[in-house]
């Protein structure tokens, strides 16, 4: 060469970064997303039940309302008084998620081998030969998913939230508040019954902090108003854009099993494979990411890879202007989406907690 220079050499930035942190490779935190799959639920029953082997089933829910002591006699007589049943609640599995990519083989031809060579691998049931650099490619865009997934979790659920209460984190003080703090928040809680861990959910900037503090076991009696070893009396997921969906320091504390996620699988059994042109499947994030750990690896997304061997035209999903590929592949990644929340009828009407949905909302201030 007459530059007296070798080849450049093409280093991926992924390899200056550990592997959970690397730009392309974060998913921003969906602290709602990321709470309900965490828990093991009997959805995940309600889940492969209802589109089991890709035929999907309307999902509906039954619940019986308790007794109230209104109800109760206190003498005996043949006289007849309630007639328990069933109430039944459908669960409409109607949002859908979908992202588009195009590969051509024009750019496949710039990286070397390592990243156009075809790999058939368990990333994608049934496996099927898949270039690295288009695997890469879509599970760097999956960031994009989850936050429209969650973002619309999130709206259902604050939706069902009853009016804000305000909850103070006291700046200073000599002695325990029983009014003020988390032990105000909690009781609350108990209030209405909430059972188990609560979940707590929010973008607040005070909380979180607050949050990462006493998980520090930093705070004592004396700043926090509460014991420092009071760390398995809640879980935080945080999410950023809570602060705009919600208010900049407002927090959604849930009951464990009030809000759960219904999907569907969709092209599984006989509807996955090769179809015409295009394969069809499902694959899941292997990736681990830093804060959450591998909370998403158990998530199955919809995929379809269809092979375009000919000049076609085509429509940008994300800029909406139309125009001409050339050969390679088109990528579709795919998910039927919905919510579960407790209905508002849970309760009999002359129940201490009726209405509740196992939902309460707080505002937190710090003074």
Known sequence: MASGFCPYLLGDIKNWYSPDIAPSEKVTETGVLNMLLNRKSSTTMINNLQSEGGYVREVRIKYMQRGVEAMVQE????????????????????????????????????????????????????????????????????????????????????????????????????????????????????????????????????????????????????????????NALWNFYYQLNMRTLLATNDILAIDPGSVELIYQDLEVGAFSGSLGTSHFGQFIDPRFQCKVGNVYSGFPWEIQIKEIDCPTTLTNAYTGASGTYDRGYAVYIRKVYDTWVAPNDLYDGGDVISGQRGIKRFSITNV
């Not at 007639?83 to 195009?102: A, I, M, N």
């Not at 305000?166 to 703090?181: K, Q």
Request: proline share 4%; charged share 15%; glycine share 8%.
């Open 75 to 230: 003498s005996f007589s043949c006289d007849t008084g309630q007639t328990p049943g069933y109430k039944e609640v459908t669960v409409p599995v109607s949002k859908k998620v979908q992202e588009s990519l195009f590969f051509d083989i024009a750019t496949i031809r710039q990286y070397c081998s390592d990243g156009a060579a075809a790999e058939k691998s368990n990333w994608t049931t049934p496996a099927t030969p898949v270039m690295k650099f288009v695997r890469e490619a879509i599970l760097t865009k999956l960031n994009g998913m989850y936050q429209k997934m969650s973002r619309r979790i999130a709206q259902d659920i604050i939706l069902a939230a009853p009016v804000t209460a305000t909850i103070n984190l006291p700046l200073s003080g000599s002695t325990l508040d029983l009014n003020t703090g988390m032990q105000q928040l909690l009781g609350a809680l108990e209030d209405v019954e909430f059972c188990g861990t609560p979940d707590i959910i929010g973008g607040s900037n005070l909380f979180r902090n607050f949050n990462m503090m006493k998980n520090a076991s930093a705070l004592g009696m004396n700043q926090a108003g509460m014991m420092v070893d009071a």
